[in-house]
């Protein structure tokens, strides 16, 4: 995600609790303080709750997160996160994607739906629910 966002020449810092050859490692996001204008992450789906509210709360403008489709379900979210800060929008993807690990042959399609999820703080209120295009895998692969 990182260098994507960095060819459309905006800033990015990018960060992981463990190193994973990439961005700046040991940093735990849920006990950041840095304020920043917009924040996109692919969180860990067991503390996506919790992702969700720091990244609310340390968002200026937009905080975008990359989950399973399936968190739109739950009775807990409903209770919480989204009665007291729903998503902005939510962008289905139309086609299932995988993620390998480096290295690994890539094969076969994706068996688990993914979406984005966006909370714009400028946005009306209410959640716009959204497709992606078909045709982004064969762009990406």
Known sequence: M???LETTGSAVRSSDLHDRGFGDPGID???AGVRTQNIITN???NSAEE???KGVELSEKKFALLLRLAFLEGANRAK???SECPPSRVWVFSERI???MDGAT???SGTTAYAWFVWDK???SGTALSWLKPGYKKAYS
């Open 80 to 82: 919480t996160i989204y």
């Open 29 to 31: 996001f849920t006990k």
């Open 98 to 100: 995988t993620f390998y």
């Open 106 to 108: 890539r094969k076969g």
């Open 122 to 124: 400028n946005a009306p």
């Open 43 to 45: 969180p860990p789906y």
């Open 51 to 53: 992702f969700v509210r």
């Open 2 to 4: 990182s260098k994507v």
